[in-house]
């Protein structure tokens, strides 16, 4: 077991209606205005941000508005919710939204404690020293973010799709209600399944040391997945599967199977970020390309483990089998698992690779990830 | 899935020699003084307590020690440690040793800052409006005191082993050593052993819904306990075995196995409590003999749930054989199964089910558990 630090002080409010009392989840703080960052209008025309904004008003917190935070979500548009936020003194910040508003709220969260350029914390040029109290109200299961301290956001200008991460980014309260999440498109729930994988099998697959109870805590995770998946896309509103979903989204990424683990790297992400960023490709489909090509190209390394995945997951004896197994899982939910049908071309590899690479120096991955070799593995799923 | 909320702020700091860092920790809330509450005098003997005094002391931290907290732990006790903390306006209470003395020290905690009789928070007489900061390093990995908000304390003089709980008894920090635990006797590990198993098959056996997600993780957390324990039965200072039963003990009772749990209860916790508070029974041994008997009483009430234990822990068909496996673990490991095992003669049983009775009755459970079945139940385990 490798030493570790387990902390993780955010607050999950998980079930039907509980975004009627968000209201007073930001009052026990004693936050008494907030902006509330969204996507798309979709939450204006369905009711959610009514029912948010009536608990806002019941318990005397003001709030300011902001939507159009995009997937891929731009720095630029974290810029303009800062001023918002700076302009009218607010105390918090509330996302209403999937992975991109959430991250998109801690960028915010930290920038508006901060005088320089929010830029400066994915660089590595900051560390966030304050920041204001986020909260969520979650309408996706995939990214984990809203019980975890991590954000990604992409610069259009310098095309880097970077995290930034600060234990002062725990979202204090995340609201986590399944019924607002039957409406997720079946491309999307396919998306956040790729997802969840990948947040989970970039870890075994490059663990060092993997206790035996956080491998099956894992494998727990993917069968959960994958089951409640498969419900899901014949029966969009199985309350029961669109929960369980969603815990299973939670658990991946938020310190649990991190316990005891040693020498894991995010390789997977490492390479979709660059993808993200050059081409806007939905995160869960760069991962569904990059996923089972990575996995081909490392499987030698260790083949106990991909033995493990291989009888765990799919109970095949051979890891090619295994590798194969979950990639037919991919396509039969409709997640793409080649270049085309990701909609990139050939001459997009050595520009992801290049970019990819850049991942690779800021994460310390340069020795193991030269540029070659990230190329090779994304040529693996050029065909 | 039933509505839940979930929130662990608990920070756990695992790993080696870590006890030696518990003066920052302590430091890092402002707190400038505390309570070293512990059990025997074992830990000064074995350089532990010398440890974290040199580690208090560098860091500026005031402090009192009081030992001679007992298994079983005494409400006197705790009445002892409440008037030195007061005497002393001490900031906080650092708990040195097992489940016994993590639960005194959240008791002291309590009754630091309350005027009335600390036994009233156990009775439902009053509620904790707020405690001291608690602080652990435990030497003993069973109950999963460290990493959640109760106490389970003896009023020797009313006979009753009651619980205290609130929001505000989660330990600030607790530190995990698996190191700490290398001398833990083969009885004591045996023990622990049935306390996790018990804490979690309570729940697994009377919960009316269970995701299929909890229930594999607390199959895994059965299945790391009894894969370390046989370890670690011949092979003591074996870390990563150490580290990883610790590990199950403080999943098996933090909030994981509760999540989306329908009507589950506590039920051989119920009955053992009764034999603690009246013949000072270990809480792991008093398990051992009431859990197999337990599972016969109710097996017919869930043959599908019985059925799934039986295949998933032990790989038999038939919930019987699970059952009657189950036990054999728990003779193979050195646990009493029967009364006569526990040193209890079947005179017992009557006062021990009037005990219980009680305890049925404060927990809301006297119209499953009357008296009369309590003694079915502690009568099959009469042999």
Redesign the interface.
């Known amino acids: ?9 955010t ?6 209606g ?1 975004e009627g009392n968000i209201g007073q989840y930001v009052k026990e703080f004693g936050v008494g205005s907030v902006l509330v960052l969204h996507g798309s209008d979709r939450i204006k025309k369905d009711g959610l941000f009514g029912r948010i904004a009536a608990s806002l008003e019941e318990q005397g917190i003001g709030f300011e508005t902001m939507g159009g935070v995009i997937s891929n979500p731009l720095i630029s548009r974290v810029r303009d919710a800062i001023e918002v936020v700076k302009q009218n003194g607010l105390q918090g910040i509330l996302a209403v939204g999937g992975g991109s508003v959430l991250d998109s709220a801690k960028a915010v969260a930290a920038g508006a404690k901060y005088d320089g350029n929010v830029w400066d914390f994915f660089v590595g040029k900051a560390e966030v020293k304050e920041a204001l109290p986020v909260f969520s109200v979650i309408t996706l299961a995939a990214t984990g973010s809203e019980m975890n301290p991590y954000g990604v956001v992409t610069n259009g200008e310098t095309q880097q799709k970077y995290p930034i991460g600060s234990p002062l980014l725990f979202p204090k309260v995340s609201v986590i209600n ?1 019924e607002l999440m039957a409406s997720v498109t079946p491309e999307y729930l396919a998306y956040s399944a790729v997802d969840i994988f990948s947040h989970c099998l970039d870890l075994y697959f490059t663990a060092s040391f993997l ?3 956080t491998a ?2 894992i494998e ?2 993917l ?2 997945v994958m ?1 409640t998946t498969n419900v899901l896309m014949s029966t969009p509103d199985d ?2 599967a669109r ?2 979903f969603a ?2 989204a939670t658990m991946a990424l938020n310190g ?1 199977t991190f ?2 683990v040693e020498g894991n790297t995010f390789d997977t992400h490492m390479i979709e970020h660059a993808m993200g960023a050059l081409y806007n490709v939905p995160h869960g489909a760069g991962l569904a390309v990059v996923l089972p090509a990575w996995m081909e190209e490392i499987k030698d390394q260790m083949p106990e483990r991909f033995e493990r995945f291989a009888r765990k997951i799919f109970n095949v004896a051979d890891s090619e089998e295994g590798i194969s197994k979950l990639t037919q899982w991919f396509r039969s939910i409709g997640a793409p698992v080649t270049f085309a049908q990701a909609g990139l071309l050939e001459d997009a590899v050595d520009p992801i690779a290049e970019n990819a690479f850049g991942n690779a120096k800021l994460w310390g991955m340069e020795q193991t990830y030269p540029k070659e070799r990230i190329a090779k593995i994304l040529m693996l799923a050029v065909k």
């Open positions: 077991m490798k030493d570790f630090t387990f902390y993780n002080p607050r999950i409010e998980f079930g039907k509980k399944p206790p035996v109870y099956a805590l727990n995770i069968e959960s089951r309350y029961d929960g369980e815990w299973a649990n316990v005891g």
